[in-house]
């Protein structure tokens, strides 16, 4: 299953690059494209749950990376919840 990163773009300006262990993060984000908080939060739980479920249909096992990667996206996250207009934008996918 091939791994994909993706670098976004928080509000403070800092990157991060993220790690997504299937190709279907590609089915929720658009390179390029800035989203709303919220948006970004769910589209990230999304796009690596399902990511994590893959993992676990050719495994038998979730992919704890997977897990580790949202928690440290919501923690990020956090940092911005006060602000209405916050936006993150996916700059692109590492493959």
Request: charged residues 30%; hydrophobic residues 40%.
């Amino acid at each position: 299953m091939p791994e994909v990163r993706f670098r976004v773009r928080w509000p403070d300006e800092r990157v991060e690059v993220c790690y997504s262990p299937s190709t279907v993060i590609k089915e929720v984000f658009k390179p390029g494209e800035a989203y709303s908080l919220a948006d970004f939060l769910a589209r990230s739980e999304d796009g690596l749950t399902r990511a994590s479920d893959r993992v676990r249909q050719l495994h038998g096992f979730a992919c704890a990376n997977a897990n580790n990667q949202l928690i440290e996206i919501r923690r990020s996250a956090a940092a911005f919840a006060d602000l209405p207009d916050a936006r993150v934008t996916v700059e692109a996918f590492e493959d």
